[in-house]
């Protein structure tokens, strides 16, 4: 349970700085901003492990740096972010 609050703890703190560093401005709700810095980190510990599979959390940087990188790809995309 503790491991759940603090994933979505940190994914809210990690997805509201990934909006704040993006150039533009990122139209979401907290409930997708708390899945953009999940999604960030889950990324950024999939970069960082080379796809082995001993999966890992990411630090704080690079969660940011994988949610921007979301944020990038969905307006690529053309996903309503």
């Given at each position: 349970?503790?491991?759940?609050?603090?994933?979505?703890?940190?994914?809210?703190?990690?997805?509201?700085?990934?909006?704040?560093?993006?150039?533009?401005?990122?139209?979401?709700?907290?409930?997708?901003?708390?899945?953009?810095?999940?999604?960030?980190?889950l990324v950024a510990g999939l970069v960082t492990t080379r796809g082995q599979a001993d999966f890992?959390?990411?630090?704080?940087?690079?969660?940011?740096?994988?949610?921007?990188?979301?944020?990038?790809?969905?307006?690529?995309?053309?996903?309503?972010?």
């Open positions: 349970m503790i491991n759940i609050i603090s994933a979505i703890i940190s994914g809210l703190i990690i997805g509201a700085l990934a909006r704040f560093f993006y150039p533009g401005a990122v139209e979401m709700g907290w409930i997708a901003t708390v899945l953009l810095g999940i999604g960030g980190s890992q959390r990411a630090g704080c940087l690079a969660s940011i740096i994988g949610a921007i990188a979301l944020i990038f790809i969905g307006r690529l995309l053309g996903i309503g972010m």
